[in-house]
């Protein structure tokens, strides 16, 4: 390919290579490919670019279609399960006992089903990660890693990276290429699904409230999205957990209040991990779930997008439920599912543990958890296996068939990483978004994409938890 031949040249000339990073990353700055860093105790005044590659990353266009042709089946599919109560609470039986934080969700699911739904709309901004799985004949095929429904983030960043990968691939004569490379504009999109929601609540005064992080390291990531809602002129707030704790209520048809402000819409950014409540904002979580704002998403989506659904919507039989007239849809949503195994106490269980014991390698173990970093490999599948095999415990987690994507030389420019060529692969993202009125779908659509990359070093990803960065599909 004509970029590896670029880049084999740039790595023998480190000048060319550190000018061509630096006017990249000088270009992420201009069109705002920014986050926050950690360091210094003045978090808002200490910015850097978003990381990313320095060059694109080659996809196949049938793959990249084939990812955007199923988005909309997606949201179909996990609207239909947020609304299924027995299907939830069978599935995820064996998951809440073992976990806690999965029983927490589901103790607040079961109290606002209790209760009465007070809220019948919803929104759903989600993206579902995709690998190439690259079989001995050289022959890849799309696999499904998780889909993120809860604060799937990085579209905003994704929406701009584009320019600074034209930039490069022109300054280096890559003309050719440059007019392959697949805008993304999630965004208008995302802004306006959480527009429609706001509008269905039907309260000029009202607000969208994001739920934020505590330290907000990706707070510049979500700027394209806060603009669009300004140009729409819907008032938005940003409040923490903590914040929502101490200051939100509940009149007594269940309006929410922050801060003497009508709450139309809760946008979750965070909440995905145990360590992001206390035992105060768990309370708080369970006000904002009880309360008549529309959630983005509420506990019921929240749910649907576990591990273990997914494991169990790839069982046989699953998927025809949820689509009983529509086998074309069952069969190219199946066709993107890796083997998905229960861990559940059991024969079934039994022999999955077997499986994973006998050949670690070959797959990934998975607890209900977000956000990166938290998967088993190799070794460790063995380690973990071995503790909690002969007891509940094991139904914590899910087994996964092992993707192996094909790798590529790309430079990672991350603050602090020095320009080196590094095997690298990628995870295709497609984001999509929906909103639910009662009974109708009244928004459903896929938006744009995201591509992260990771080091070959690394197992796990995640460009929140440090391992992956943003990069571009060139379509081939
Ligand atoms: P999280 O919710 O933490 O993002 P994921 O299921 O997306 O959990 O897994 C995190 C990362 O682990 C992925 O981005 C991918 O790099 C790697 N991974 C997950 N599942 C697989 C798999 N089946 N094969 C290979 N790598 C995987
Ligand atoms: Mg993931």
Redesign the pocket.
Known sequence: MATKAVLQQLITNPDRLSTLADEAKELAFQVGVLMHTCEGPSLPEVVTHAPFTLFPSSVPKAAFFQARALQTHFNTLVDKISQDPEFLEEALEGTIQADDFTAKLFGIYKQVQLEGQTQSTVVCLSRS?Y?LDQSEDGTSSLKQ??I?IFAAAGFCVSDCLPVVHRYVLKSVGLLEESERLHDSNSTPQMSAALAKAWELYGQQMAVIMFVVEDLQISKLGRHQLEKELWNRNIPFICRRFEEVSKGASLDGDKKLFIDGLEVAVVYYRYGYMPDHYTEQTWDARLLMERSLAVKCPDIGTHLAGT?KVQQVLARPGVLEKFFPEQPQVVEQIRATF?GLYTLDMGQEGDQAVAMALANPDKF?L?PQ???????YFGQDIVQVLQEVQSDKRRAAYIL????RPRTEQNIQLRKGLPLTLTSVCY?LGVYGAYVRHGRHMILNEVAGNLLKT?SNEH????IVSGV?VFDTPLLI
């Open positions: 990660d690998m890693i998780e993120n591990k890796a990934v998975k958890r977000e956000g990166g970093g938290n998967n996964m068939d092992r993707i995870e990771k197992k796990d990803a995640g992956s």
